[in-house]
């Protein structure tokens, strides 16, 4: 047995870590450890890089050899775990010195090097990511604006739309009607179902407790072994239940389905989980 280990770009969730684990493992690597963007495996002496590398990049993956495209990933990942933070907690500290204790290097070579590389400075950067980030919890529709500017550690709500407007050329206001057309491809609740049972989603899912239950199969789901392929939110017939929510479900059978929920105050801990399923998926597709 040899050790191996691994600087792997692409890597930006849980789900992500999952994947790579069980595809490692079935090529018959022993895991010493594993997070967000590097592994440290043990492998017999035949597995080499290259499959190892071309396993991975069924998925997206990619192998990074090169240091200064392995410190560029640290960075970008190190980004990600301070919006995280963010979001966490209250604790406040400069995404400065934030970046430079996760990686262990000095801020300002850092810059340098990734506005060198990258052609945008760091800064840059992370106000783009917290700006998909903010896109994010706007399309989930469960905080207003002011909470999600609280959740993020904007100023206030009027730092959090200018910046907004700056990064996407659109107003907040204006940003929701876009997103509501989009995702509006059906009508109403009704052809939703149809058209959805056509494409293969022909069992029906059902909120038991925590889990996802599914009696046409006899069988009950944690969140975390489902995958949610569509999400559809409808405000027809609205009343103090809330608004009907549709979600598209695959097991890892490939066996596909349908819940349907309202988002009301009771389920929204429920929705949320499942909600986040669908940031964790990688290069997932959606109507």
Same mark, same amino acid.
């Given at each position: 047995?040899?050790?191996?280990?691994?600087?792997?770009?692409?890597?930006?969730?849980?789900? &992500?870590?999952?994947?790579?684990?069980?595809?490692?493992?079935?090529?018959?690597?022993?895991?010493?450890? /594993?997070?967000?963007?590097?592994?440290?495996?043990?492998?017999?002496?035949?597995?080499?890089?290259?499959?190892?590398?071309?396993?991975?990049?069924?998925?997206? #993956?990619?192998?990074?050899?090169?240091?200064?495209?392995?410190?560029?990933?640290? /960075?970008?990942? *190190? /980004?990600?775990?301070?919006?995280?933070?963010?979001?966490?907690?209250?604790?406040?500290?400069?995404?400065?010195?934030?970046?430079?204790?996760?990686?262990?290097?000095?801020?300002?070579?850092?810059?340098?090097?990734?506005?060198?590389?990258?052609?945008?400075? /760091?800064?840059?950067?992370?106000?783009?990511?917290?700006?998909?980030?903010?896109? !994010?919890?706007?399309?989930?529709?469960?905080?207003?604006?002011? %909470?999600?500017?609280?959740?993020?550690?904007?100023?206030?709500?009027?730092?959090?739309?200018?910046?907004?407007?700056?990064?996407?050329?659109?107003?907040?206001?204006?940003?929701?009607?876009?997103? $509501?057309?989009? +995702?509006?491809?059906?009508?109403?609740?009704?052809?939703?179902?149809? +058209?959805?049972?056509?494409? *293969?989603?022909?069992?029906? #899912?059902?909120?038991?407790?925590?889990?996802?239950?599914?009696?046409?199969? &006899?069988?009950?789901?944690?969140? %975390?072994?489902?995958?949610?392929?569509?999400?559809?939110?409808?405000?027809? =017939?609205?009343?103090?239940?809330?608004?009907?929510?549709?979600? *598209?479900?695959?097991?890892?059978?490939?066996?596909?389905?349908?819940?349907?929920?309202?988002? =009301?105050?009771?389920?929204?801990?429920?929705?949320? $989980?499942?909600?986040?399923?669908?940031?964790?998926?990688? +290069? !997932?597709?959606?109507?």
């Amino acid at each position: 047995m040899k050790t191996l280990n691994l600087n792997i770009k692409n890597m930006v969730c849980p789900r &992500c870590i999952l994947v790579v684990r069980n595809e490692l493992e079935e090529l018959g690597a022993f895991i010493s450890t /594993i997070q967000l963007g590097h592994a440290t495996i043990q492998v017999p002496e035949t597995l080499t890089k290259d499959k190892i590398a071309s396993r991975l990049d069924t998925y997206g #993956f990619e192998l990074l050899e090169d240091k200064e495209e392995i410190l560029m990933e640290q /960075i970008k990942l *190190g /980004i990600q775990h301070y919006i995280e933070m963010l979001e966490k907690s209250t604790k406040e500290i400069m995404l400065s010195d934030f970046l430079a204790h996760e990686i262990g290097k000095n801020y300002n070579f850092l810059s340098k090097l990734f506005s060198k590389i990258e052609g945008l400075t /760091i800064e840059a950067y992370y106000i783009n990511k917290r700006v998909d980030r903010v896109k !994010e919890l706007i399309k989930y529709d469960e905080l207003n604006l002011s %909470e999600i500017a609280f959740k993020l550690g904007y100023s206030s709500v009027h730092y959090l739309s200018s910046q907004f407007k700056r990064v996407t050329g659109f107003s907040v206001t204006d940003y929701k009607e876009v997103m $509501r057309s989009e +995702n509006r491809y059906y009508k109403n609740l009704s052809d939703a179902l149809g +058209n959805l049972r056509e494409k *293969g989603y022909t069992y029906n #899912f059902n909120r038991k407790d925590d889990c996802v239950e599914c009696k046409d199969l &006899c069988a009950s789901f944690q969140i %975390e072994e489902l995958n949610i392929s569509e999400f559809y939110r409808f405000d027809e =017939n609205e009343d103090a239940a809330g608004k009907s929510v549709i979600y *598209g479900i695959e097991t890892k059978d490939g066996l596909k389905g349908l819940l349907i929920d309202n988002s =009301n105050l009771q389920n929204r801990e429920f929705l949320r $989980r499942l909600s986040d399923k669908l940031k964790d998926e990688p +290069n !997932e597709k959606r109507d």
